[in-house]
């Protein structure tokens, strides 16, 4: 007992301080969550998998983990940037995002009420609209005093002229869940309250820092760290139709969040960043005896938060931090996750995975992006579990997501070079190790 208090402390601590850090997958949602679910290309909603990190997939799958506890940490790889080039070679510009490092901790516990109910809890990120251009990086809209946008802020520096370019979005899920079986346990009901805790800094956009594009000059970029909170739900069912297939869905509500205060100025509705609504269904196939495989479809629905979903081409004719304020044009990602799995021996599981989701960031849309260049869309995964005894096993995934480039002009300087465009990219590396505690 004083083993599994001082786990569940320790992991609790550390998960509650670093969870939420960039995380950029299928748009800024993790392509999965739990480490055995990241080795299946994030599938999984009709296979809990003897993991309480079902939760975050599907919250009816707790009937089937029993009592334990899971901690996983990945360690995130981003490497992403910016190219442009022009006729004139006034506007040619390009950089790397710095800060390339991410360590991601998630948590999750479950409990066996009796062999009906069960009750667990999560702990788990998304992020990734992260970017980190140093001060040195070249300027989209033209270096120094020299470029088209120098009158209107004259400070020298990097992207869109406020020295140090980017931006850095944090989310944190709290998940309490309850699950119940009916019909002889054929089928499993669960919900979550789910707590939201977001954050985010903003920086290098000194060029619209004034009352010709903003609502709330002053408050646009370079100010600090600002927070937001806000409470949703998901709900989810799984369905056991015969002893080789399981069906499942969920669906978690968009979740209103307070306002970023101190970027009241630059998101629309003056500062509002909510989060999505998402649904997810699919189905485990038991093909063989040693073998399982998911399948997937998860539909995210950036297209209902503004800040997010609106145009970034009004801008100049349409204020940022207005109700309809230009955003980041991104649009519904459609994701199809495939998995196997292979009980190779009795204490070693072995995995593979592919996940596509469609690029949110179109051509148009591609200057402003740059803050936040969401745009892989393939990732290759592979994992495996080790039972060390009949408590304890650990765990780790690897994914790899090559790299997607989007190109598209940049209107803000077509008066002085029509031909300039901007190019931004994407690729993704991303190992996982687990440990599971079981009661």
């Not at 360690?75 to 070679?89: A, E, K, L």
């Not at 936040?372 to 495996?384: D, E, R």
Request: aromatic share 12%.
């Amino acid at each position: 007992m004083v083993f599994k208090r001082s786990l569940l402390a320790a992991s609790v601590a550390a998960t509650l301080i670093a969870s939420g850090a960039a995380h950029a997958t299928n748009g800024y949602f993790s392509h999965g969550y739990g480490v055995k679910s990241m080795g299946m290309g994030g599938s999984g909603v009709a296979l809990p998998n003897d993991s309480a990190m079902i939760i975050a997939t599907n919250p009816a799958g707790i009937t089937e983990t029993g009592t334990q506890v899971n901690f996983d940490i990945s360690w995130f790889h981003p490497v992403r940037g910016y190219s442009q080039t022009s006729n004139s070679g006034m506007f040619d510009a390009s950089a790397e995002s710095n800060s390339n490092n991410f360590y991601i901790p998630e948590l999750s516990a479950s409990y066996a009420i009796n062999d009906t109910s069960s009750i667990g809890i999560a702990i788990y990120g998304n992020g990734g609209m992260n970017s980190d251009y140093s001060s040195t990086a070249t300027s989209l809209f033209g270096a120094g005093n020299t470029g088209p946008f120098a009158s209107r802020n004259p400070s020298t520096g990097a992207l869109m002229g406020g020295g140090e370019g980017g931006v850095n979005l944090q989310q944190m899920f709290i998940a309490p869940t309850y699950a119940h079986k009916f019909m002889d346990g054929k089928l499993s009901v669960g919900a979550s309250i789910l707590f939201a805790r977001q954050t985010i800094k903003v920086k290098g956009l000194g060029a619209f820092d004034n009352a010709m594009y903003s609502t709330d000059p002053g408050y646009v970029t370079g100010n600090e760290v600002s927070h937001s909170t806000g409470w949703g739900g998901k709900i989810g069912v799984l369905f056991h139709a015969t002893d080789m297939i399981s069906l499942a869905a969920s669906y978690q509500t968009k979740m209103a969040m307070s306002k970023f205060d101190e970027y009241k100025g630059l998101f629309a509705e003056g500062g509002k960043f909510d989060i999505p609504s998402t649904w997810t269904v699919g189905g485990a196939f038991h093909v063989a005896p040693a073998w399982t495989l998911t399948a997937d479809f998860q539909r995210i629905n950036y297209s209902g938060v503004k800040s997010i979903a609106n145009t970034s081409t009004t801008l100049g004719t349409n204020q940022l931090g207005a109700d309809n304020g230009p955003g980041f044009g991104w649009k519904d990602v459609n994701v199809v996750k495939l998995g196997a799995q292979w009980q190779m021996t009795p204490a070693l599981q072995l995995r593979v995975g592919f996940n596509h989701g469609t690029n949110p960031i179109s051509s148009q849309d591609v200057v402003f992006n740059t803050l936040a260049p969401g745009v892989v869309k393939n990732h290759y995964t592979a994992g495996l579990t080790y039972a060390i005894d009949q408590h304890q096993e650990v765990s780790g995934a690897f994914m790899y997501a090559p790299d997607v480039t989007v190109t598209g002009p940049n209107n803000a300087v077509a008066a002085y070079d029509p031909s300039t465009t901007t190019t931004i990219h994407m690729k993704q590396y991303e190992a996982t190790i687990g440990y599971a505690y079981k009661f």
